[in-house]
């Protein structure tokens, strides 16, 4: 008796570390993914190499195999030495680098509770029909059946677990919206503005609050915090009395979303900074992210003011048709449209100069250290704010120039090597790639590199928008790394569409080969540009 409990204890250790290896494997997946089912499920189908693989279903089958035996008596000694070399198989199996860590939220915290007690109960069951039915060998049958099952069904315990605790998740965080909105609903002083757009709109905020820093005490939270979660935490903690204005990042994944902020933060001011084929997986078509962003327009109080991108054809559409109080600016569309434009557009390697010219003709000279034309769009956005809340010209300018570039969206580094590099690492899509290709195109002291995995969460365009990129670079970089082999085939596609020489071309799976690669290769006057980061969840 003691040496079957023995035995049964030393499997139960072994199945123990193998399956908390895995619970938290699949627990750091899901807050990648949001905690959401369904994303969870989607990460779960791109990633065929994990959760129930061949190696587990060789362990499962052949477990199975020795718990048969073990029914009809075969040696208890190594039938439970045979179960321990099964979970250590899959224990071995090799875990892949992830960008993000794990981070044991509160969250975290309970859905990994949740798990545990989901994986104890179906324990604790098929331990205790094995005992009533069989004794002690009925017993071990029991528990080693439910090691099997649970080790090699790790994923969809941890996808019940999501789904389980939904109902409970939403309460905790209705009672953080709850207690945000009340506060904004206590300050009848504060000015809220807030930011939409498929992309540019963490860009605009700190834009902005940059230059509405030059006359207010104004609260632009730092990174990008533009879920409804985010948000509240920012108005709860960040949010005090002696702001005078606060600027609300606004992003959404589906529709209804923006709705949900802009109820949130009641913004007076709304402004939309460009629409465009992103987060396709989740939206389906382009037509519901129109509908999605002119939600922040629709919420507006009738005396809110709607701020629009005018030379972005499908804002144009929707500002034609706003009947509430709005500004447009831009770059390209007839001046006469207008409230806000900029002219005189000179951009180079240090930055961009240009005029900021009013409805009435009024006019001043800018400078910024921000790279590409498009920032420039961004900064008019900014200063569309500022006119509308009422800075002069010159006072708009003065705040232009002291705008810093935000970190991993087109910021120059200079490392002291002779090698400059431009990050544009947070978020890439067909507009913003090719823009930081042409801000790159400018750079003409050396080689230019590009270092991209392409670009994701563009649904079924996503092949054909990287073959696009793929063409774009070939015209503008003498080398180029792609980040991950398969990941990047369309990139390559575009690049052989343009006959590019394939000694130029590195293809690598990681980041630490790309350091190695370019420690290699460059040299003083060369430029690399960093073109979108690995996905969160990146193990090609």
């Given amino acids: ?68 035996a073990l029914l009809f008596g075969q040696n208890f000694i190594w039938i439970s030495i045979g179960m321990m070399a099964l979970f250590l198989m899959t224990w071995m199996q090799p875990a892949k680098e992830v960008k993000k860590p794990l981070v044991m939220t509160g969250r975290a915290k309970r859905l990994r509770t949740g798990w545990m007690q989901l994986t104890g109960f179906v324990l604790l069951v098929s331990g205790l029909i094995g005992f009533f039915v069989g004794g002690m060998n009925g017993l071990a049958i029991g528990l080693y059946v439910a090691f099997l099952l649970t080790n090699g069904l790790c994923f969809y315990s941890m996808l019940a677990s999501i789904i389980f605790l939904i109902p409970y998740e939403n309460k905790i965080n209705q009672g953080f919206y709850d207690q945000a909105n009340e506060k904004i609903k206590s300050r009848e002083d504060l000015k809220v503005v807030g930011i939409t757009g498929s992309f540019g709109k963490t860009s605009t905020k700190f834009i902005t609050g940059t230059i509405l820093n030059e006359k207010w005490n104004t609260l632009a939270p730092p990174s990008s915090f533009n879920s409804a979660m985010g948000v509240c935490k920012v108005i709860n903690n960040d949010l005090k009395r002696e702001h005078e204005i606060f ?35 989740t939206f389906g078509h382009i037509g519901n992210i129109v509908k999605t962003k002119y939600e922040l327009i629709e919420n507006l109080p009738s005396d809110g003011i709607a701020i629009f991108n005018y030379d972005d054809p499908n804002l144009k559409k929707l500002a034609d048709k706003t009947f509430k109080e709005k500004v447009l600016y831009g770059i390209d569309s007839d001046p006469v449209s207008l409230n806000l434009r900029a002219d005189a557009i000179q951009v180079n390697m240090k930055g961009s100069t240009f005029d900021l010219v009013d409805k009435e003709g009024n ?86 590199v590009i270092v991209t995995p392409g670009m994701v969460e563009l649904g079924e365009e996503q092949d054909a928008a990287n073959e696009k990129f793929g063409e774009y670079i070939a015209d503008v970089c003498e080398v180029v790394v792609l980040v991950g082999p398969k990941q990047t085939q369309p990139i390559q596609k575009g690049l052989a569409n343009r006959e590019y020489p394939q000694e130029q071309i590195h293809i690598v799976r990681t980041m630490t080969e790309v350091t190695a690669l370019l420690g290699q290769m460059l040299l003083p006057g060369d430029v690399v540009l960093f073109e979108n980061d690995l996905p969160d969840s990146y193990n090609e």
């Avoid at 994303?39 to 190696?55: A, C, L, V």
């Avoid at 802009?262 to 396709?280: F, S």
């Fill in 363 to 448: 006019c001043v000279a800018c400078q910024t250290k921000l790279l590409g034309k498009h920032n420039i769009q961004n900064v008019l956005a900014g200063a569309s704010v500022a006119k509308v809340l009422g800075m002069t010209l010159e006072e708009i300018s003065a705040g232009i120039a002291k705008i810093e570039p935000v970190e991993h969206r087109l910021q120059l580094i200079d490392p002291g090597t002779g090698v400059l590099v431009i990050d544009d690492a947070f978020n890439s899509n067909p507009v913003s790639s090719k823009a930081a290709l042409d801000v790159l195109e400018a750079f003409n002291t050396g080689k230019r």
């Fill in 1 to 68: 008796m003691s040496i079957t409990f023995s035995l049964m204890a030393l499997v139960a250790l072994v199945w123990g570390a193998v399956v908390s290896k895995r619970m938290t494997y699949y627990l750091h997946m899901a807050q990648l993914e949001g905690y959401n089912p369904t994303e969870f499920q989607g990460w779960k189908q791109h990633h065929t190499d994990y959760g129930f693989n061949s190696t587990h279903r060789g362990a499962f089958v052949v477990g199975l195999l020795l718990c048969l």
């Fill in 247 to 281: 600027i609300c990042e606004m992003g959404a994944r589906a529709m209804g979303q923006i709705e949900e902020l802009a109820k949130l933060a009641e913004p007076q001011i709304g402004v939309i900074t460009a629409i465009g084929p992103t987060h396709l997986e």
